[in-house]
């Protein structure tokens, strides 16, 4: 019996990792691809190992993508830990934030997605860091052809929060000041772009420690 093997070209770029297709096998018991997945708790290089693994099944109403870029996310190492607020059975997918396309779609999901670039909310119901991904029809947001997907793999989380922080957790009125730490982190620089970008009146100082919210500032 001649039988292919997997390959993968796993690229780090700017902390996310990008899948390169990879060739899958012929083995007589189905599709084989690669995903990192944990073991166990411990330290993420002790205990995240990459696995050849047959190709998910789908189910009626999930998408099978094809991942083009994952992030690595702090909470990720948070669950490598056990230090997160989900706790898997072992060996578990591993990976919260991604994006891809749409390569198969269950028989009750829309046709319409087929070949589309989706997002993954990252609900950890399904691990982002392999080749391809099941994930529920709800768990997936269609994305622009046009934009990064490097850029795009890392919205799910840190600009989400961005959001919320600036527009439920405090009422910011106009000419109050946002003082932050670790403010040239992801987080803070999400938060200064978006006082920055929505309003001509906004002030950020450098190095990018404080904004003062500017005069039209809105709901």
Known sequence: MKM???????????????????HKSNHSKGLLMRQLQLVAHGEPSDVIKLNTVPEPALGQEDVLISMEA??????????????YGVRPAFPSSVGAEGVGRVAKIGSKVDVALQGKR?????????GTWADQVVAPVRNIVPMSDEA???????IGINPVT???????????????WIGQTAANAAMGQYIIAREAGRSQDAE????????????????
């Open 148 to 154: 990064d997907p490097l850029q795009l793999s890392m």
């Open 4 to 22: 292919t093997t997997t390959h993968t070209n796993l690229e780090q770029n700017n902390g996310v990792t990008t899948m390169a297709a990879s």
């Open 70 to 83: 994952a992030p690595i996310n702090p909470s990720d190492f948070l669950y490598a830990r056990g230090l």
């Open 204 to 219: 950020c100082r450098p190095p990018g420690r404080s904004c003062r919210t500017g005069a039209t500032v809105g709901r």
């Open 162 to 176: 961005a959001y919320l922080l600036l527009n439920r957790h405090v009422s910011l009125m106009p000419g109050d």
């Open 118 to 126: 989706v997002l993954i909310i990252p609900t950890y119901e399904q």
